[in-house]
T-cell receptor, first 113, second 112 residues
Framework: KAGVTQTPRYLIKTRGQQVTLSCSPI?????VSWYQQTPGQGLQFLFE???????NKGNFPGRFSGRQFSNSRSEMNVSTLELGDSALYLC????????????FGQGTRLTVV | GESVGLHLPTLSVQEGDNSIINCAYS??????FIWYKQESGKGPQFIID?????DKRQGQRVTVLLNKTVKHLSLQIAATQPGDSAVYFC???????????FGSGTQLTVLP
């Protein structure tokens, strides 16, 4: 069974640009969550999607958005990139939500220059 | 200027010894907990989970203990191996919230 797949693995963007990251969950999993990991703040929750609906959102500005498709694949978008957005962005999938086992992908390393 | 990184607690153990990694949580409403292992350059890897109706759960070479009275979680790794070297995170979930809240992590180093 394939694990959680995140693409791309690495990205370098310039301040002010926007970026889209993709996450394919484990087959059959309907919940996808996104987290930002930085040395200064650790792992912080961005948002969670279940059945194409955002069910919860963390304390991030509106520049961070996401969506989920009918096949449970999810994308997150960051607009007007700032240097502080440089981080490892992680996607986790679970069967029905965070109260079941949540499995992470390898992450997308975003560097904003 | 540079941001200050989180100060990760560190634990060094000899290969073959048992390791105990601790985690304190603050939300008394949390009732589901997960331990993750993260190796350098990789995403967190699920190790074991426990629900609040249990105080102990065992997996392969790992045991998680939950003490709800003092809001404390621990991960015990038996016969620690070099491949166990990583950062270990505990994560908690409170029933009403559809998110995991992560601790700052503990760096485990296994000495030969």
């Amino acid at each position: 069974k394939a694990g959680v797949t995140q693409t791309p693995r690495y990205l370098i963007k310039t301040r002010g640009q926007q970026v889209t990251l993709s996450c394919s969950p484990i087959s059959g999993h309907r919940s996808v969550s996104w987290y930002q990991q930085t040395p200064g703040q650790g792992l912080q929750f961005l948002f969670e999607y279940f059945s194409e609906t955002q069910r919860n959102k963390g304390n991030f500005p509106g520049r961070f958005s996401g969506r989920q498709f009918s096949n449970s694949r999810s994308e997150m978008n960051v607009s007007t990139l700032e240097l502080g957005d440089s981080a490892l962005y992680l996607c986790a999938s679970s069967l029905i939500g965070v109260r079941t086992e949540a499995f992470f992908g390898q992450g997308t390393r975003l560097t904003v220059v | 200027g540079e941001s200050v990184g989180l100060h990760l607690p560190t634990l060094s153990v000899q290969e073959g010894d048992n390791s105990i990694i601790n985690c304190a949580y603050s939300n008394s409403a949390s009732d589901y907990f997960i331990w993750y292992k993260q190796e350098s350059g990789k995403g967190p890897q699920f190790i074991i989970d426990i629900r609040s109706n249990m105080d102990k759960r065992q997996g392969q070479r790992v045991t998680v203990l939950l003490n709800k009275t003092v809001k404390h979680l621990s991960l015990q790794i038996a016969a620690t191996q070099p491949g166990d070297s990583a950062v270990y995170f505990c994560a908690e979930n409170a029933g009403s919230a559809r998110q995991l809240t992560f601790g700052s992590g503990t760096q485990l180093t296994v000495l030969p």
